[in-house]
Each structure stands twice: as C-alpha cells, then as structure tokens.
C-alpha cells in the first residue's frame, strides 16, 4: 500500500493511507544500511499488519526535503508574519524564503493580527517581490477565506517567529482543529514555543499542513552552507537583472554596473529585500570553501 507519513515519533512513522486511519509502522532494516532516514512528509509503500501496525517498505522520489525541522514534499512555505507585537523582521522572512526557493518550494506570506496592525511596509515588500500576500487576523476572522483557498489541496508548512499566531491560525482554518496555542509575554514581547515536533494535519478542504518550530530552526545552517554566487537565485525579483549587469560574476553587493543594485535604486526591488541578500551573502562567505555544498 501507499501513504504519507503524518508524524514520527519514538522510532514509529504514522502512515496515511487515505482512509482516514493511521498505522503506525517500523521501517525496515535496509533503511539504516542505507542511510536513508524516513521524513515526516515522506510518500511510501508500506506493509499493513495487525492492529493498525505495520512496515515501511519504500520510501518514493522526493521533490524536496528539509532537515531543520525534518519534512520533505512541502508545496510552499506559509510564512507567518505580524505587524503588531511581536512585530516581525523582514530578514527573518528573507532568510526562510530563501531556503524554501532553493529547495523549489513556493512561498506564501501571512500577515496576521492585521485587525491590529495592517503592516503596510512588509505587504508592500512582499507584494512588490511577486509573493502571494495575505492579510489576516486569526481573531476576527478576516482573510482566514482567502488562506484557505491559497493551501487547498496542498502540502503547506506553516512557519514564522513566536508569537505572531501560527497555531492560532490554523485553529482558525478549521474548526475543531485544536493546536495548543502559546500567550505572547507582554513583558518580552514574544511567544513561547508550543510545537514541539513536526505533524502533518489534513483539513477537510484537502489541505495538508505543518506547523513547525520557529524561525530560529528552520535549516539556518544548510544555508550558511549554501555557496554565496548560489544565493542570488533565491530571490526571485532579482532574476530579469541577473544578465544586466557590466561584469561577469557580479555579486551585486557593491559593484559598478550593477543591474541589480540600479533596480534597487529605482526603486523596483525593496531595499530591504536587498538588505537581506547582503546579510546573508556576506555569511555564507564566512564559511570556508571546503564546508560548502
């Protein structure tokens, strides 16, 4: 049979096999040889026993996988963002979305508590950077619809930093869907982690949804790992300029002739957008050349 890993805990992988049952299966010996490690996320073949257990057979192609947290098949990344307390900091949103366009996997920006704050300055940016861009408020209930609609039929991970009400959304995309909501501390204006493992959830409008730890664990280190002439492939608004510019090699940090930095002048990427770009190219040149990938 065919499935979806939901969950993987104590050496156990839940296995969805589409009849809204899960079986809870060992994976077999081969995989340890292999060094291949089954992933929440994961589509397999798998050998059901008795008592709702069973074994893993096979763990079918990957369209991508992350390590921190550990996920692979994820559709697009829901980046969970605020305006209001805790406001969120472009880069933090810069930095994952650019893990995810790497790894081929779409990006979808979530603005929450806009009933408090409408965060004009992050909606233009990721606007303008071509993202699909949604203002909410799990409180209200105001473009919960729209969300909805923008995950339907989709593996979707839901990612952001603490306290700008990733749980809480997904408690608002369906009813009755109840994930342990973390207060905000008024005093340090941040959120306690709740999520403490990554899990797959279905919805009934034929969505499939993680919600993962925060930013602070979200495969940082593959990307400092990354080979800086790597990066300027992830950000997306940069690819009509990345021919453009006077040298070959261009790093479109400070160089003359820059087609990029022209557009940044012109005002038709954010500055911030490459501000982070900067950031993060100047990290990965840190890292010695034999670490790289």
Known sequence: MEGIILKALSGFYYVD????????????????????????????EFTPLEKDSGILDAILPRKNEFQR?????????????????????????DRVVSIAQGRGCD??????????????????????????????????GEGIEDLRAAIAGKVSAFTGN?????SSILNALQPGFHIQVGEVSDKLGR???TTRHVELFR????????DTPGFSSFDTEEMELRAP??????????????????FTGCAHVKEKGCAVLAAVKAGEIPASRHASYVRLYQQAKEVPQWQRK
């Open 17 to 44: 096999d589409g009849s809204g049952r899960l079986t809870a299966c060992r994976g077999r010996g081969k995989f340890r040889h292999q060094k291949v490690s089954p992933l929440v996320g994961d589509r397999v």
């Open 69 to 93: 947290p550990a996920v692979a098949n994820i559709d697009q990344l829901v980046v969970v963002a605020s305006g209001a307390i805790p406001v969120t900091d472009p880069f933090l949103i």
């Open 107 to 140: 990006s979808v920006i979530v603005l929450n508590k806009c009933d408090l704050d409408q965060a004009d300055a992050l909606y233009d940016t990721y606007t303008r950077a071509g993202f699909l861009t949604l203002r909410v408020s799990a409180e209200t």
């Open 162 to 166: 603490s306290g700008v009400g990733k």
């Open 191 to 193: 959120g306690r982690h």
């Open 203 to 210: 919805l009934d409008n034929g969505a499939i949804v993680a």
């Open 229 to 246: 002439e790597s990066l300027q492939y992830t950000f997306r608004e940069f690819a009509p300029y990345l021919e453009k510019c006077r």
